[in-house]
């Protein structure tokens, strides 16, 4: 009889059918959470986990397992009965739309469950925390896709035939070839506090290999989790730049449909599951499913995805993926984020980019506030961030292990970079883009500078370089030297830089410069705008001059935003076109001087309470502001006698700028400036507007004012854009396939030049020529105001700008039309 039973015992084991696998998505490889695993013909199923893997067991199985979720073309595979195997399924994608769901009659009885999650999402939202922090381990690739025979065909693809194999080997029975070109991987502490709002994350260990990737250093403080907050509880998520309404926001109704399509036990927690797409499919909003739970009207687990119909240039698909468990607070926190973005090709000849993100956050500890202080960099890169970032410390350390096509993509990218081909490319890339080519511990440049042709110098030649952190991380020399074949003179420029804090980001800097530079159009004025800077070297030049320049400058983060900046300078002013002025104001029979020397000490403060900042190598560039402005303020002291200073004088300033997010209205930003020089001074040191001649829009200048058209010693401007996006154009039939967006402007300017500064400058210089004048506002404002189009063929923009007033003046437009070009998603 124990026989017997032993028998049976083993007969019923034999006959269980147990599998596992794993639901990957064709085109990207990535995992395929939340898919639906049954048996076909019965309800014996389960579903995959936030990796894309599951586990079934059955005495009853059928012929064939079925693998299917929402938005993708449904498989199966035949089962063998009785064994256990191994069944990997690769979906495709279903470019098929999700159609209308209709209601026969009564409530969506999923609108209900939406205006409970509503009502519970403070309570639910992490933000709603005193403070967070946890561990959280990221990991990027990113992959050329879309990989073509034309693409292969390329001479330089050609040339790495021994990568594209593997490419094809990797690919697996059903998958979409992709070539590797970078993969990170990053440990990293992240701390979050409520009132005021900072945070800081800490970069532990990284381990970094791509095609291009040198130091890593920078990468380093784009891998962490900062950079992949993605918080559906806010109304609106900002991804690529573009404000996307969250399924949801308070104003769910507006934007979405919802349909309920199930309820069941997902982890602990039962959730209602619920469906929904955008009700206009241009708008920047997602499809998917999410996961509410029953109790607390938490998002338990979401899935969505933007679909190519969406008013994007190059993005075919944005898909995001979260998992969330609740904290002992209450609040629930991100703990699996997985990110996929899928760029397409920008011409037939190209092949697109798929750039895949992936997050785990553990060990979370909440309402545990650091020191304000403790927030001042908001990220660090720990010194020894490569020290030991071995294999075994990653097998030790990361939150769940590589897969073996992860493991092969390290190998895959080494060898990649090494191919001559792949070398040669990179770096005409980092040229273009960073505007200098590094040769070894020197950055040689920029080429935006390297010639130029107008009417003084005719032919300019210039070349500079600067020293990189590969030389020192505290010491940057650099220089440029210029020559112009029709003045027949040299132009020069050194400096020496030392950096002597990094986390409150503090620097010395001694410079001189002997060059050629316009009243109003002065290089200072247009630092941010190199092209705008660059193209006014070229073509006839607007009251020109030749200056010396001797300047110092302290500049010191006091606290997190506030950055306070000292300047002593000594200049000269020398003109290469009919100026002179009276050396004694209020006199018109005073002694002229064409040229004069003005010695300063300038003080300024500037705050943006909420700016990001990174490192790249030995400078600090700033990511903008998130949520507030930034306010400037400066102080201006000219010092008579002091290095032959010629003048005395103050001048006072002040700026704020702020973007402005208008959600389904679009995004807005303004800059409001204004100035008074209390001293009567020639124009040169006043302010000269800054005007635009040329066929090309700038947001530096007054559009439709000339060069130095105007001069004033005080004045207010503003400055205001608004982008539509695709909030108009969007919903007109035969406008919304072209993806047109619309845009708004306005530039005001009250300004007054006084009768003393204009009676300072003569009719006729001292030997009898002509002086030119500058013009002078009156009580009048000057006004522009502009409409356009931006995204026409994705690249081009165009205004169409009216000057309201001013139009007696002479060669002035009234209306005028604008091109730029720009790169925009």
């Known amino acids: ?137 990221t990991k990027i690739e990113i992959d050329v896709d879309n990989i073509t025979d034309r693409f292969r065909n390329k001479k330089f693809v050609k040339k790495i035939t021994q990568v594209m194999d593997s490419v094809e080997r990797m690919a697996g029975e059903d998958g979409k070839p992709i070539l590797p070109v970078f993969i990170s991987e990053s440990l990293s502490e992240y701390y979050y506090r409520n009132e005021p709002r900072l945070q800081h994350e800490r970069i532990i260990k990284s381990k970094i290999t791509g095609v291009g990737v040198e130091d890593g250093t920078l990468v380093s403080q784009f891998i962490g989790s900062s950079f992949q907050e993605y918080n559906f509880y806010q109304n609106w998520l900002n991804i690529v730049s573009k404000e996307f309404v969250s399924p949801i926001a308070d104003s769910w109704k507006l934007y979405y449909e919802y349909d309920l399509m199930d309820s069941a036990m997902v982890g602990d927690r039962f959730c209602y599951r619920l469906d929904f797409f955008p009700k206009s499919e241009q708008d920047l909003a997602f499809k998917g499913s999410m996961w509410i739970t029953k109790n607390e009207y938490a998002l338990k687990q979401i899935d969505v995805t933007v679909s190519p119909s969406a008013n994007l240039n190059y993005v075919e698909k944005i898909k995001i993926q979260q998992e969330l468990e609740p904290t002992e607070a209450g609040p629930w926190i991100p703990a699996r984020n997985r990110v996929l973005i899928d760029i397409g090709e920008v011409t037939n000849n190209m092949a697109g980019v798929l750039a895949k993100f992936y997050t785990s ?29 071995t294999d075994e410390y990653w097998n030790q350390n990361r939150h769940e292990p590589l897969s073996s096509t992860e493991l092969s993509v390290y190998e895959m990218i080494d060898t990649l970079k090494s191919i001559p081909v792949v070398k040669t490319y990179t770096e005409i890339l980092k040229i273009v883009i960073n505007g200098y080519k590094k040769v070894g511990k020197v950055d040689v440049g920029p080429y935006l500078s390297a010639y130029a042709n107008n009417s003084v110098e005719g032919n300019r030649f210039q070349v500079g370089f600067r020293t990189n952190i590969d030389f020192s991380d505290k010491w940057v020399f650099g220089g440029r030297i210029a020559y112009g074949t029709g003045d027949e003179k040299f132009k020069y420029n050194g400096f020496i830089e030392r950096i002597l804090d990094r986390n409150h980001w503090t620097t010395l800097k001694a410079e001189y410069t002997r060059d050629i530079d316009q009243v109003g159009l002065a290089a200072e004025d247009l630092v941010n705008n190199s092209v705008f800077l660059a193209a006014t070297r070229f073509g006839n030049l607007i009251r020109p001059y030749y200056y010396h320049q001797a300047k110092f400058t302290a500049q010191r983060e006091l606290f997190k935003g506030f950055i306070q900046k000292a300047i002593f300078r000594y200049r000269d002013f020398d003109p290469a076109y ?66 032959g200073g010629d003048f005395d004088f103050n001048k006072v300033s002040f700026n704020v700028t702020k973007g402005l997010k208008m959600g389904f209205f679009g995004t807005s930003n303004f800059s409001f400036t204004a100035e008074h020089v209390f001293e009567t001074l020639p124009y040169p040191l006043l302010k000269a507007h800054i005007g635009n001649e040329s066929a090309f829009y700038t947001t530096a200048a007054f559009n439709l004012m000339n060069f130095s058209e105007f001069a004033s010693d005080s004045y207010a401007s503003l400055r205001y854009n608004h982008y539509f996006q695709g909030f108009i154009l969007n919903r007109i039939p035969l406008m919304k396939k072209l993806k047109w967006r619309l845009l708004a402007s306005a530039n005001v300017l009250y300004g007054e030049l006084s009768q003393e500064n204009q009676d300072l400058i003569p009719e006729f210089d001292a030997e009898g020529s002509p002086v030119e004048p500058i013009g002078a506002l009156s009580d009048e404002p000057y006004i522009e105001v502009g409409y356009g189009i931006e995204n026409i063929l994705k690249v081009i923009r165009v205004d169409f700008i009216h000057r309201l007033n001013y139009l007696d003046r002479p060669d002035v437009d009234k209306f005028g039309v604008k091109v730029s070009f720009q790169f925009i998603l």
């Open 578 to 643: 009919s100026f002179a002025y009276f050396t004694e104001p209020g006199r018109t029979d005073a002694p002229l001087a064409s040229s004069f020397k003005a010695t300063e000490v300038v003080l300024e403060a500037r705050y943006a309470k909420d700016e990001l900042y990174i490192q790249n190598d030995n400078q600090r560039i700033s990511l903008g502001t998130l949520k507030w402005p930034i306010f400037t303020v400066r102080y201006t002291r000219g010092l008579k006698g002091v290095l």
């Open 1 to 137: 009889m124990l026989l017997g039973l032993l028998g049976v015992g083993w007969h019923a084991h034999a006959q269980k059918t147990i599998i596992t696998g794993k639901i990957t998505d064709a085109n990207s490889g990535d995992p395929v959470p939340f898919a639906n695993i049954v048996f076909k013909g019965t309800s014996i199923g389960t579903s995959t986990d936030f990796s894309g893997f599951f586990r079934l067991e059955t005495n009853n199985p059928t012929d064939s397992l079925v693998a299917s979720y929402v938005g993708y073309i449904t498989r199966s595979k035949a089962v063998r009965k009785g064994q256990t195997q191994v069944l990997d399924f690769q979906l495709y994608e279903n470019v098929i739309n999700l159609q209308e769901i209709v209601f026969v009659a009564g409530e969506n009885p999923a609108f209900e469950i939406m205006r409970n999650v509503v009502k519970n999402k403070k309570g639910n939202n992490k933000r709603s925390l005193e403070a967070y922090q946890y561990e959280t381990y």
């Open 361 to 389: 956050n553990r060990k979370i500890v909440v309402n545990e506030p650091q020191d304000l202080k403790f927030y001042a960099r908001p990220i660090e890169v720990a010194e020894d961030f490569k020290v030991g970032s």
